[in-house]
């Protein structure tokens, strides 16, 4: 299982995966200093929304009696679907099929001769990229999406039972623009 450290002194967040052995938990051992290299968060029109990631490492291990206690797990929570979603680019509100975000860390360890092995690890460089379709009714749409190399992107998804997602990207720039026929739609 994974969870979030409760030390406030961290400065980047890092996550600790729990290894339970024999389903015992005093047959546990914790790993500590997880950091998160990739996540994708995905879409789909009219389907549950997905995650993927990507762990890096740890910086050792901790004793049992210092771990910590697993948070509920995911499949106790009622899944997003991606239906009845606010998606806005500068400020304008959209229709737009399979949404897809992918965040990417890249990550350095620390390396102390006085210590045998990684001492910390750290985030170095953070990109986020996107996708989306928006179905075109006619040439002017086309032109101001090509037309615009900034804007502003929002996302919002909320369970029948009130978890929220929310993604806002407050800078993005059009990397490319893809024509194609979708079901006779052109997107």
Known sequence: GMYYFSDANEVIKSLGAKYVIGGVEANSVD???VLVSSLKLSFPTQGLVT?????????GFIPVDQGSDLADFCSSMTPHV???MTVTI?????CATDLEFTITNEIADYICVTQSGVGEKTI???TIEGSFKVAFENLD???AYN???EATVFAYSKTLDGYEVAIELPKVQRTSLDLADDSGIFA
Not at 51 to 59: A, K
Not at 90 to 94: E, I, R
């Open 90 to 94: 500068d400020g304008v509100s959209v």
């Open 124 to 126: 170095t460089k953070r």
């Open 31 to 33: 790993i500590r200093g």
């Open 147 to 149: 037309a615009w190399s």
């Open 141 to 143: 749409q086309i032109n």
């Open 51 to 59: 995650s993927e990631f990507s762990l890096s490492g740890s910086t």
């Open 82 to 84: 991606a239906r009845n």
